[in-house]
């Protein structure tokens, strides 16, 4: 589905049952990141992933990229899907876009879920900039093999790659400045939040997964030994049993919370009596 925006398009996919879970991928990669961990999920959630601007299919030019539109695109595809209320995924840089999303109306979301995540972002060197645009086929190679150090990632190099390429290096440059020196309020959070780490992560050092979930006041921290930054890649089936006991976990926790009137308590099975 296309969804019109300001006369460009967002790409988005809406597929499986149950939850709705959105999904915003980071920097400039498109939604196919989450493919595998889409396909494990989709028996038992509603998966809605975006190209978000910038990236993949969608067709904004990079001096449309702004840290507030994108927070905005994600209510624009919950509206365009008919999605009331949701659980929010968010990777690498779009744990920050989908952080400010449940800050700025927490009435949408139920759950959020943060994979590679950081608590903040330091100002961006103007020699970044400058790595990127001088090659940006080559920045993107040595940027994919940081990502992925786990021994049997090499076949999912050229995937890596895949997703990032097209964007082309002006978005990239554009991506970076505008998420330069946001620091959100982690405290000011109040939805349950997985966070989801991998120890071999070279981008978002582990610290910063820790101190995602000390701040966050109902976050729930699983990292994983054997994962670099892509998780949702290299070990979707770890990322997706985390989800599910989560998720079951934050579901239970409701129950207990209601009132006794709102729940249904059945007999105990037996012979009936005369």
């Known amino acids: 589905m296309l969804v019109p925006v300001d006369g460009h398009h967002l790409r988005t996919v809406d597929v499986g049952r149950g939850t709705p879970l959105l999904l915003h991928d980071g920097w400039v990669a498109s939604w196919d990141l989450w493919l595998p961990l889409i396909e ?17 299919a969608s067709t904004f030019p990079a001096e449309a990229i702004a840290r507030q539109s994108l927070v905005d695109d994600v209510f624009r595809v919950l509206d365009a899907h008919q999605v009331g209320r949701c659980v929010v ?3 690498s840089l779009g744990s920050l876009v ?3 999303a449940v800050l700025q109306d927490p009435s949408r979301f139920e759950g959020l879920v943060l994979v590679g995540g950081f608590p ?3 100002p961006v060197s103007p020699s970044t900039g400058e790595a990127v645009l001088a090659d940006w086929p080559g920045y993107v190679d040595s940027f994919v093999s940081a990502c992925l ?12 790659v895949q997703t990032l390429l097209p964007a ?3 978005a990239a440059v554009r991506m970076t400045a505008v998420h330069a020196g946001v620091a959100p309020d982690l405290a000011a959070v109040p939805v349950p939040t997985l966070v989801v780490h ?10 910063g997964a820790h101190e995602l979930a000390a701040a966050i006041p109902d976050a729930r ?5 054997d994962a670099g930054h892509v998780p949702i890649l290299t070990r979707p089936r770890q990322v997706a049993d985390a989800v599910t006991a989560w998720w079951s976990d934050v579901l239970a926790a409701q129950d207990t919370q209601l009132p006794r009137q709102s729940r249904v308590e059945l007999p105990p099975e037996g012979p009936s009596a005369p």
Do not use: F, K, M, N
């Open 149 to 160: 150090p786990e021994p049997d990632a090499g076949p999912l190099h050229r995937w890596g």
């Open 120 to 122: 903040r972002t330091l």
């Open 198 to 207: 991998g120890a071999l992560d070279a981008i978002a050092p582990l610290a």
């Open 89 to 91: 995924a968010g990777e």
């Open 98 to 100: 989908v952080l400010q």
């Open 221 to 225: 921290l699983v990292v994983l030994d």
């Open 40 to 56: 494990l999920l989709q028996h038992d959630w509603r998966c809605l992933a975006l190209d978000h601007r910038g990236t993949g």
């Open 168 to 170: 082309g290096p002006e």
